[in-house]
């Protein structure tokens, strides 16, 4: 069973960083893309960053493009999603996810593995 452990949220300024992580076990990481989206409370998950089994091919949510950065290490079964210049729309909980099959996707559709989610917090 896929399992999805995000880390790293917390409350921060406008105009600061926080570096989210999520741990991934049970199947080989290497081998899947990985992504993240977030939700806000009333409205629709939307897609923030996604990455390929390698880490070569990044994408990115209009929203947070120019500002996040998605990353992988594959040897300790991590995807991590550096955040800067945050704003207070940034303000929400942010999922860790990932699909069954290889192939990339960048909507809640392709998903079928979730994590708990992690909140973040952004003052003005």
């Known amino acids: 069973q896929v399992q999805l452990v995000e880390s790293g949220g917390g409350l921060v300024q406008a105009g600061g960083s926080l570096r989210l992580s999520c741990a991934a076990s049970?199947?080989?990481?290497?081998?899947?893309?990985m992504d993240w989206f977030r939700q806000a409370p009333g409205k629709e998950r939307e897609f923030v960053a996604a990455?390929?089994?390698?880490?070569?091919?990044?994408y990115y949510g209009d929203s947070v493009k120019g500002r996040f950065t998605i990353s992988r290490d594959n040897a300790k079964n991590t995807v991590n999603l550096q955040m800067d210049s945050l704003k207070p729309e940034d303000t929400t909980v942010y999922y860790c996810?990932?699909?069954?099959?290889?192939?990339?996707?960048?909507?809640?559709?392709?998903?079928?593995?979730w994590g708990k989610g992690t909140l973040v917090t952004v003052s003005s």
């Open positions: 996810a990932t699909a069954a099959s290889r192939l990339l996707f960048r909507t809640m559709d392709g998903m079928n593995y």
């Open positions: 049970g199947r080989t990481f290497s081998s899947y893309a």
């Open positions: 990455i390929s089994w390698s880490g070569t091919g990044t």
